[in-house]
């Protein structure tokens, strides 16, 4: 049986690869830590702190630009710098701490501000960090990236689990997450809490009335109205028999559409 075996050129090569698939678009800035390492040169292997005026500095080549580089660049610049003073180098560079992975968040469905990243990060991921969603319209937010929309519609990933919509986030995205307020499911009238809750697929008119907390003793049962807008403004009244629903009849469960109001009426006796 033949062994194969790796010089240690292959195996820095092989290593050299993996970093810089992980941080190959991410693009080096002021703050960033880096740590450099040289293949049999420890004196020029250092963990280096980007300054200010965006450069870092390394022994035996002074000053060096890395600010507006990718790894991958500062990698290759780096590599026909130092072949004045090594023979041959082969060099890594790893961002080991980001400052420039900035993620914008604005909308009124979920807390707006400036997220930054210290990790390569998916859409879910962020959109998991942001905290409870219930009053994000996700069906009509969006990615922004370089002025261009490239991805609608949040909700198969983030409700359905939809991983194949999951995408990778970039330094300056911005995330439009409008608030779902004439999405919202009002239900008033003769029930123990009167409320208003965010729409989700699949709710029904039980649903509704369970999350206000049911009927009171004064609820005409078999009298409640759903309220549902229509393309010419009106709304269209539908009447459920509810209190059989509550006895088991759910042919009267009916499915409940984003923007609608339920009316329990009162007995008056």
């Known amino acids: 049986m033949k062994r194969t075996v790796l010089v240690p050129s292959a195996i820095i090569f092989i290593i050299l690869i993996s970093f810089n698939v992980y941080a190959k678009d991410y693009v080096i800035g002021g703050g960033d830590s880096l740590q450099i390492s040289v293949w049999g040169s420890p004196a020029l292997s250092i963990a280096a702190t980007v300054r200010p005026d965006g450069k870092i500095s390394i022994p035996a080549l002074g000053d060096i630009k890395?600010?507006?580089?990718?790894?991958?660049?500062?990698?290759?610049?780096?590599?026909?710098?130092?072949?004045?003073?090594?023979?041959?180098?082969?060099?890594?560079?790893?961002?080991?701490?980001?400052?420039?992975?900035?993620?914008?968040?604005?909308?009124?469905?979920?807390?707006?501000?400036?997220?930054?990243?210290?990790?390569?990060?998916?859409?879910?991921?962020?959109?998991?960090?942001?905290?409870?969603?219930?009053?994000?319209?996700?069906?009509?937010?969006?990615?922004?990236?370089?002025?261009?929309?490239?991805?609608?519609?949040?909700?198969?990933?983030?409700?359905?689990?939809?991983?194949?919509?999951?995408?990778?986030?970039e330094p300056d995205d911005m995330l439009f997450i409008p608030d779902n307020f004439e999405k919202r499911i009002r239900i008033v009238g003769a029930v123990n809490t009167p409320t208003t809750i965010p729409y989700r697929e699949g709710l029904t008119i039980m649903d509704v009335i369970l999350s206000a907390g049911g009927f009171t003793e004064f609820a005409k049962g078999n009298d409640v109205l759903i309220l549902r807008n229509k393309e010419d403004s009106k709304r269209k009244e539908i009447s459920v028999r509810a209190k059989d629903l509550m006895k088991g009849n759910m042919n009267e469960n009916i499915s409940i559409k984003p923007g609608d109001v339920i009316v329990v009426k009162e007995s008056l006796f």
């Open 66 to 169: 890395a600010s507006g580089l990718t790894a991958m660049e500062l990698t290759d610049l780096l590599e026909k710098e130092m072949a004045r003073v090594v023979k041959t180098p082969i060099v890594t560079v790893i961002v080991t701490n980001m400052t420039n992975y900035r993620i914008f968040v604005f909308g009124r469905g979920a807390p707006a501000g400036v997220t930054t990243l210290t990790r390569e990060t998916t859409l879910l991921e962020l959109l998991s960090q942001l905290g409870p969603l219930d009053s994000a319209d996700l069906e009509n937010s969006y990615l922004v990236r370089d002025k261009k929309k490239i991805k609608t519609d949040f909700s198969g990933l983030f409700e359905k689990g939809d991983f194949s919509q999951d995408i990778v986030l």
